[in-house]
């Protein structure tokens, strides 16, 4: 049945609906294109017969795989409701035909050669976007001259046309140390740039050792890098480096292992590597091998590619000849959008996310598709464009404000975030930027980010983020950065908590092997390789209650505000209480003789501690805990719970930071109506609903509003010393 669909209709359908869409983003175009599709069209009587046309059509497998991966179940939910397919936002999709109801079963993506797709897109007006109707078929050898003309040709058209993607002229001069990737009759060798190099353009890599390689710089290397060595005696993944940079026309690539001599106690390896931001930053572009986990694997291996071929179409202008043949059409499951996220080996090591942040240019290598980012736009191998551009003229056709403080600029993936922000902040030198909290809400982004990623060496932890705190702290025009954190916002930075886990932390053996003991308590880089967020990054509505008096930090250079650090204390005056202890075990009797607060407190010691409660939180070592208000939202109360250390200095109390805890406020009538509750249990187990994407399930805040209301009761205030 399948065979007698007419795509071709289909396809006019999704080309006219890229054009509404676009036109709608002030794109514009001439007369619409005419469509022939009605609005759906059965494919087969129900899922049952999907299965045993599985056997013999491509397209009924991938229908089948998509219902068997919904894991429905009671599959006779499905029965006697027909297949039906559709376009919707410019896209075919399948559908249950559930009583004039569609419910999306999957969508499917349709593909043609990249000449075609243009020839397809010129003659009806339209612009390769974020959801392009045509995608291009792309080559299962990574290696290809195709495939590598395509990387070739973003280069190009950026150095070209973009101005805003040139690196900053401080980041311009060479590392003191690059390889010369030779030719095909001339071997790859090393050589020491000179103050008279300024001209020099350079690839740099990123990219996971996973191994010790098998060649590095070394005093015995040295001399035999510098005379060449054959491609083939260079660990895989140098070799696929070596050969994309060659095809990119670049003469010279920056590699760590060959270009830094790898002892770690050198005066070498400190020196260079506190030049991160030039080496990555002055690049012309820096290479990511994202999928690979080890330097002896390689990167351009071949790829899986499922395209079905359907039939040839004639281009909307019904331009066919014998030397002009209609194009091939070929569909495929929908783009699984996870793999246009780097979320790969690469992303888990720490030292990658500044060389990812601060190029100017990335060329992504992963295991399915090569990824170009620049300061403009991003595209994707198989025929995708995400544009600066396109987002802005997207916001505007809901708001005529596109300025600091507006939504879209939070829309962008992180690299676009982070290259865009020093345009998107205001110029006024007179705007009160340190007291905006929008201000700093790209950092929290970046710390989020950062810290469930791995090091050899914890100590390194602040040190491989200090490139991007140097760059943020130019664009907010501010240096006073405090081991991970901004003076200026320090009362919202220091109510940070890890993911899942917000008043005690969680304690698992590969954290305490990644414990950073350097750090004080108060900063995020003392946790283990867990998710730190902050729920107050995209908050605007709140209100400090406590007040940072002074901040001491001992730093092992100096003079570089953004290097390690040896020690830490931060000295705060606020609203506080204290503890006899974080946790009762008798917390769960009604006939306990304990306030709600050291109740309620109890109960999340007892949450978050699935290992068992640890002895010091039911009898402090230091005496007793402590809460300090910190921050006040409009219907919520935010703590942070310390623990003292048994010092005193100077009169002063001197702690611990132990975590976080959240009081929120509920009226009665925001409670829903047992009416309304029971009508959306009703809908989450309807028949659409069993057949449907799993949703996650409604779920019930315990409301704590007596505590809150204690808690408003003034506190008395008091200075405390956290370390």
Not at 151 to 178: I, M, V
Not at 268 to 288: C, F, H, P, R
């Amino acid at each position: 049945m399948c065979k007698r669909i007419d795509f071709g209709a289909f396809l006019i359908a999704c080309l006219q609906q890229c054009r509404d869409r676009q036109e709608a983003n002030n794109q514009g175009y001439d007369a619409p294109l005419t469509s022939d599709c009605s609005d759906r069209v059965k494919c087969h009587n129900d899922i049952f017969e999907i299965e045993k046309s599985s056997r013999d059509c491509n397209i009924c497998r991938v229908l089948f795989q998509a219902f068997e991966k919904r894991k429905v179940a009671d599959v006779e939910d499905a029965r006697d409701l027909p297949i039906v397919f559709r376009v919707f936002g410019n896209k075919i999709e399948a559908c249950f035909d559930i009583e004039e109801r569609l419910i999306r079963l999957c969508r499917l993506d349709m593909y043609m050669n990249e000449a075609d797709v243009n020839e397809f897109f010129r003659l009806c007006e339209i612009k390769e976007d974020h959801s392009p109707p045509i995608l291009k078929t792309m080559e299962k050898d990574p290696c290809s001259k195709a495939c590598l003309a395509i990387a070739s040709g973003w280069l190009g058209d950026c150095l070209k046309n973009h101005d805003s993607c040139k690196p900053p002229t401080e980041f311009q001069k060479p590392p003191k140390r690059l390889i010369n990737v030779g030719t095909e009759t001339q071997n790859p060798f090393l050589v020491e740039t000179s103050t008279g190099s300024q001209q020099l353009k350079w690839l740099s890599l990123s990219y996971c050792w996973g191994e010790e390689p098998s060649m590095k710089l070394t005093t015995d290397t040295m001399d035999m890098l510098k005379n060449g060595v054959p491609l083939n005696k260079f660990d895989p993944t140098i070799q696929d480096a070596i050969l994309v940079t060659r095809a990119l026309g670049i003469t010279y690539i920056w590699i760590d292992a060959l270009c830094i001599v790898q002892d770690r106690n050198t005066k070498d390896w400190n020196e260079q590597a506190s030049k991160m931001n030039e080496i990555y930053g002055g690049s012309t572009v820096t290479l990511v091998v994202a999928s690979s986990n080890s330097v002896r694997n390689g990167f351009l291996k071949k790829r899986e590619l499922q395209y079905i071929p359907i039939r040839r179409y004639s281009n909307p202008a019904g331009d066919s000849t014998d030397t002009n043949p209609a194009a091939r059409v070929f569909l495929s499951p929908e783009w699984d959008g996870s793999e246009d996220e780097l979320n790969g080996p690469w992303s888990n090591r720490g030292w990658t996310m500044q060389e990812g942040l601060l190029p100017s240019r990335l060329l992504h290598y992963t295991s399915s598709q090569m990824i170009w980012k620049c300061g403009e736009e991003q595209r994707f191998e198989r025929g995708v464009t995400k544009s600066i551009q396109d987002e802005m003229a997207s916001a505007l056709t809901y708001s005529d404000d596109i300025s600091f403080g507006s939504e879209w600029f939070w829309r962008l993936e992180t690299f676009m975030k982070f290259k865009t922000f020093p345009h998107y902040l205001p110029s006024n030198l007179d705007y009160p930027l340190l007291s905006n909290p929008e201000t700093f809400y790209l950092w929290y982004d970046l710390v989020e980010e950062y810290t469930q990623r791995r090091f050899k060496y914890i100590s390194d932890r602040l040190v491989a983020i200090s490139g991007l705190a140097q760059i943020f702290g130019n664009a907010i025009r501010n240096n006073e950065y405090v081991t991970g954190l901004w003076k200026p916002d320090l009362i919202r930075g220091l109510v940070w908590h890890t993911d899942g886990a917000k008043l005690i932390p969680r304690q698992s053996a590969d954290n305490m092997r990644a414990f950073n003991n350097a750090c004080p308590s108060w900063s995020w880089a003392r946790v283990g390789y867990e998710v730190v967020k902050n729920s107050h990054k995209d908050s605007i509505s709140f209100q400090a209650l406590s007040e940072v008096e002074d901040v001491q930090v001992d730093l092992v250079d100096q003079l570089n505000p953004f290097s390690a650090v040896k020690s830490g204390s931060v000295t705060i005056t606020g609203p506080l209480k204290k503890a006899p202890r974080l946790y009762n075990k008798e917390w769960k009797s009604a006939d306990a003789s304990i306030s709600e607060f050291e109740r309620r407190l109890s109960e999340i010691v007892e949450n978050e501690s699935p290992g068992g409660v640890e002895h010091r939180y039911a009898a402090p070592p230091g005496g007793h805990f402590a809460a300090l208000q910190m921050l006040e939202g409009v219907d919520s109360l935010h703590l942070l719970m310390l623990e003292a250390t048994g010092s005193v200095s100077k009169g002063i109390n001197v702690y611990r930071r132990v975590g976080v805890v959240t009081l929120r406020y509920f009226c009665k009538q925001d409670v829903a109506s047992p009416e309304l509750t029971a009508g959306l249990e009703e809908l989450g187990t309807c028949r659409a609903a069993r057949l449907g994407p799993e949703k996650g399930r409604w779920g019930k805040r315990k409301a704590s509003s007596d505590i809150v209301m204690k808690s408003r009761e003034p506190w008395k205030r008091d200075t405390v010393i956290i370390v």
